[in-house]
């Protein structure tokens, strides 16, 4: 009987201070990122926030925004 093909692959995942090393800010900043949703993380069992390396480094490389802004938060910076 085949079993299903659930978390085999093993992704990475990075601590704050590690994401914090790459971008040469503090790990406290890295925290307020995900809370602010620039940059989402997976809870451990333990409550410590780890960050997929995949999304780290493109959002390192600027293929992805950081920045998430709707059309009522430019329209309200024009005013």
Known sequence: MATPNR??????LLTPAEV??????????VTRWAK??????????GGHRR???DEVRALLTG?????RT????EASSEE
């Open 20 to 29: 914090a090393a790459m971008f040469r800010v503090d790990p406290k900043t």
């Open 51 to 53: 960050y997929r390396e």
């Open 63 to 67: 293929q992805v925004p950081m920045q």
């Open 70 to 73: 709707s059309p009522e938060d």
């Open 7 to 12: 978390g085999t692959e093993t992704e990475a």
């Open 36 to 45: 602010a949703g620039k940059l989402s993380s997976i809870r451990t069992l």
